[in-house]
């Protein structure tokens, strides 16, 4: 939701910039998720799912630490790109997977969820701009990550228990 005026405002970027930083972010997102796609059957979902989003960690990292610079933060585009379009991609398929006769309902579900976390982002992001607060916005995403993050890995143990004891009834 901010990105340009982040852009514009914190490193000083011209149209063309933002332009370049979209581009970067949108080929490295369209890059990660191919790769994404042909390493989840060697490595498993849930561990291209850590990976991707913690792409998107260092990503975000990458923008509080460079903050003013503008060519160092095309580095961090590039890893916020990898990881943010896999990892949707990658919990849609963890849920059909994980119950494939409730897909509709899951993915739907999901979709609803990701929506709510983009609404809840955007306000955040929103209230740092307007309290003139705008180099916390990384800060901000890096806290919604983490939680993201202990979501997907607790998500994942629950999900290994669940199959361990099923698969342990005679």
């Not at 852009?7 to 910039?17: H, I, K, N, T, V």
């Not at 503008?70 to 916020?80: E, H, N, Q, S, Y």
């Not at 990898?82 to 579900?109: D, E, I, K, M, Y």
Request: aromatic share 8%.
């Amino acid at each position: 939701s901010y990105i340009a005026p982040i852009l514009r405002d914190g490193f000083a970027a011209s149209p063309a910039m933002i332009s370049a930083m979209f581009a970067i972010v949108g080929i490295a997102g369209v890059t990660g998720n191919t790769i994404a796609s042909k390493v989840v059957a060697r490595f498993g979902i849930d561990r291209v799912i850590a990976t991707a989003l913690l792409s998107l960690c260092v990503g975000f990292l990458g923008f509080l630490l460079s903050w003013g610079h503008f060519w160092p933060v095309l580095v961090a585009g590039i890893f916020w790109g990898l990881g943010s379009f896999s990892s949707n991609s990658l919990q849609q398929s963890r849920l059909v997977n994980l119950a494939p006769h409730l897909a509709a309902a899951t993915v739907a579900l999901n979709t609803s969820v990701v929506y709510l976390g983009q609404a809840m982002g955007s306000a955040a992001g929103g209230r740092m701009i307007d309290a003139g607060n705008m180099p916390m916005t990384p800060v901000i995403a890096l806290c919604f990550l983490v939680a993201a993050l202990a979501v997907s890995v607790w998500a994942e143990r629950i999900t290994r228990r669940k199959a361990s004891a099923t698969s342990a009834i005679p």
